[in-house]
């Protein structure tokens, strides 16, 4: 029997489309041992809706990865818990992913190595902001082309960091649908511009500019904010006392506050009381793997 354990993420950081993202502390948690037919048995409210048997996206992937890595295909019986909600930017179905590719690595005895199993996430989601720090921890820059992801681990933040978590999901495909084709030169040129100093921002943990720099995206907060009824007032709620972003593709709204306002949650918690507010950190650790029996 193994578990796998996979962080949860929040990606773009504003104006870092498909290339900036971090691991957070909440966790997709599974234990699974070989078996004749798929099984999944589910712990906790995030994932009790999920299928049982070899229709769920995890049996799904790791047939898939079967297929391309040139293993023999098997059937897990699988315990699985999540603390991630779905469909809310965080990462759900990108930790799903990386606990399937793990999964096929370890039985297959495969011994893929870091660069490869990055290479192999990335191609399959299209982008690695999401599935990168999740599988090495940390805050992370990267960039897919050439079927080769390259990135960069940044500091982790040490600000106070919140997670808004509405009601409602918001699929990545309507948010996507909402995003223009493309950009006139000059507005790219702008939008490139602030992710580059942000990123500079980050590395030199200057997070004054960094917070400043978070709420100048150009390439998709303009249009998908839109879609979330709570980011307006969770904007107003922060204003100075720190920055905040869509997470992924929503609808999850995540805050980093200044030092200085200890009770920014609390303020959250009574402006959006119907949206759950937990306090997270950087998981500087990532994915794990590991036989237990």
């Known amino acids: 029997m193994i578990r796998v354990r996979v962080p949860a993420s929040t990606a773009n950081l504003g104006p870092g489309f498909d290339s900036l993202g971090m691991a957070l502390n909440i966790y997709l948690d599974i234990t699974a041992e070989k078996a004749d037919t798929w099984h999944f048995k589910h712990l906790g409210n995030e994932i009790a809706s999920l299928p049982s048997d070899y229709t769920h996206f995890i049996a799904q992937k790791v047939t898939q990865f079967c297929h391309e890595l040139n293993v023999k295909p098997f059937c897990l019986n699988v315990t699985m818990k999540s603390d991630i909600p779905l469909a809310r930017g965080l990462g759900s179905s990108g930790t799903a992913l990386i606990a399937s590719l793990l999964l096929v690595n370890y039985y297959g005895k495969l011994n893929l190595s870091t660069q490869v199993l990055v290479n192999l996430l990335s191609k399959e989601e299209g982008h690695p902001d999401n599935v990168v720090p999740s599988l090495v921890g940390g805050v992370i820059a990267g960039c897919y082309y050439d079927e080769t992801c390259s990135y960069v681990t940044l ?100 805050v980093m506050g200044h030092p200085e306002y200890t009770d920014l949650d609390e303020k959250l918690k009574s402006e959006l009381p119907h949206c759950a507010v937990r306090t997270v950190s950087v998981d500087t650790t990532g994915a794990i793997c590991a036989k237990i029996r």
């Open 155 to 254: 500091p982790a933040i040490d600000w106070p960091l919140y997670v808004v978590i509405p009601p409602y999901e918001l699929k990545t495909e309507d948010a996507r649908r909402v995003l223009p084709s493309s950009l006139a030169l000059a507005e790219a040129v702008e939008a490139s511009a602030i992710s580059n100093v942000l990123v500079a921002a980050l590395a030199q943990k200057d997070y004054v500019l960094a917070g400043r720099l978070m709420v100048q995206d150009r390439f998709h907060e303009p249009y998908r904010s839109a879609l979330i009824q709570d980011y307006q007032t969770a904007k107003r709620v922060v204003q100075d006392k720190g920055s905040l972003f869509i997470s992924g593709a929503g609808s999850t709204i995540f």
